[in-house]
């Protein structure tokens, strides 16, 4: 699946730089641990916005396994290029690219989970991303963010001036809310 939304993209050499970035960084963050404590269960799907080279794509899904599908979103070519090399590699048949700056191109109502790592300082449109992550997710969803480069207060205050989600929680720079029914 292919939706892309003119916005611009890093060059191919600034993405490479940041592609080696966020494999160093796997080792400290661990993304397997931080996936397991989402409530991410076997069967659902889940949409990796702004995927990058897969850190959070490939232990999400495990999670879900054969019966749920991973959608992994970035407006970069040569991320979801990565994120496909990654899960032929590791047998991984579960995992579905969008390639797109904004909207997902996915149903209304169709994921149980969004989750916005490292990427909502780099969204311009801010209000129409909360939207977009309304819209496909179901009644009761979950969006989750992991916030870094500025204050998770700018996030929260956009997510409840929309007044489509209910802020869930907050652990440093995790943020977790619940789609309004």
């Known amino acids: 699946m292919t939706t892309h939304t003119e916005q611009?993209?890093?060059s191919n050499t600034s993405y490479r730089i940041m592609a080696l970035y966020l494999r160093a960084r796997e080792r400290f963050r661990k993304p397997q641990e931080f996936a397991k404590n989402l409530g991410i269960k076997e069967g659902h799907r889940v949409?990796?916005?702004?995927?990058?080279?897969?850190?959070?794509?490939?232990?999400v899904a495990e999670l879900v396994g054969e019966g749920g599908t991973?959608?992994?979103l970035d407006i970069h070519p040569l991320a979801l290029e990565r994120v496909r090399k990654r899960t032929k590699k590791t047998g991984i048949t579960n995992v579905e690219t969008i390639l797109s700056g904004l909207e997902t191109?996915?149903?209304?109502e169709h994921l149980d989970f969004t989750l916005l790592i490292d990427v909502y300082?780099?969204?311009?449109?801010?209000?129409?991303?909360i939207a977009e992550m309304h819209r496909v997710l179901k009644p009761s969803g979950k969006l989750v963010f992991l916030i870094d480069h500025?204050?998770?207060?700018?996030?929260?205050?956009?997510?409840?001036?929309s007044g489509l989600f209910r802020f869930?929680?907050?652990d440093e720079n995790v943020l977790r809310y619940e789609k309004f029914e």
């Not at 949409?47 to 232990?59: A, R, V």
């Open 150 to 161: 500025v204050s998770p207060e700018d996030c929260k205050n956009t997510v409840a001036a």
């Open 168 to 170: 869930i929680s907050q």
């Open 121 to 129: 300082t780099w969204v311009p449109d801010k209000e129409e991303l």
């Open 70 to 72: 991973v959608y992994a």
């Open 8 to 10: 611009r993209t890093m």
């Open 105 to 108: 191109g996915l149903p209304n």
């Open 47 to 59: 949409l990796d916005y702004g995927c990058g080279i897969g850190s959070y794509t490939m232990p």
